[in-house]
């Protein structure tokens, strides 16, 4: 069975050889699996940007500005990191001017239901991209960049998942009970 604490450490011990082993370029799928994660988090900015100015919840608006400064974090060094490398960054939706929540109509007007799910799922489709960058990186500072991002929405949705579940709007699949099972 792999032992963690040993995987770590010989992730830190190559990280920190002292040999003058030339640095690999970017394969290909390392730079896709960046560039598309860096559009994904922008994009997801803009959704977090149109809850902002939808909600009057002072707990979903501090939940939001939360996950801003997370976003634009993973941004900002994953923007740099690509400019680094020499990777043209994506072209983005431009940010969301912002409104009086109290004057966007309630038809338009998403929930804080609807806004708290849909930032759960981007939660989901960012964690699985972080998951599936990580596979694919052979360059070991790629690799810790990935767990990096996974580790903040892990950390996020913990808190997230506590605000859901208070407000009752955690969305539950159907349990299963197999055949013979007894129900009280």
Not at 8 to 20: C, G
Not at 30 to 45: H, P, Q, R, S
Not at 153 to 169: D, N, P
């Amino acid at each position: 069975m792999p032992n963690p604490f040993e995987a770590i450490f010989n992730t830190l011990k190559i990280s920190f050889d002292t040999t003058n082993e030339p640095k690999s370029p970017l394969h290909v799928i390392e730079a896709g699996d960046c560039w598309k994660y860096l559009t994904l988090v922008e994009e997801f900015i803009r959704y977090e940007e149109i809850g902002l100015n939808t909600t009057t919840d002072d707990e979903v608006i501090e939940m939001l500005n939360d996950i801003v400064k997370i976003c634009e974090s993973q941004v900002k060094r994953l923007s740099t990191f690509l400019k680094q490398e020499g990777i043209p960054l994506p072209d983005v939706t431009s940010s969301k001017p912002n409104s009086d929540p109290n004057g966007v109509p309630l038809g338009v007007k998403l929930t804080d239901e609807e806004i708290t799910n849909g930032i759960a799922f981007k939660l989901v489709i960012c964690s699985q991209t972080c998951a599936k960058g990580q596979s694919d990186a052979i360059r070991n500072e790629v690799g810790i960049l990935w767990i990096e991002f996974f580790l903040e929405w892990a950390v996020f949705g913990a808190t997230l998942k506590t605000l859901m579940r208070k407000r009752g709007w955690l969305k539950v699949p159907p349990y299963y009970y197999p055949p013979g099972f007894q129900q009280n």
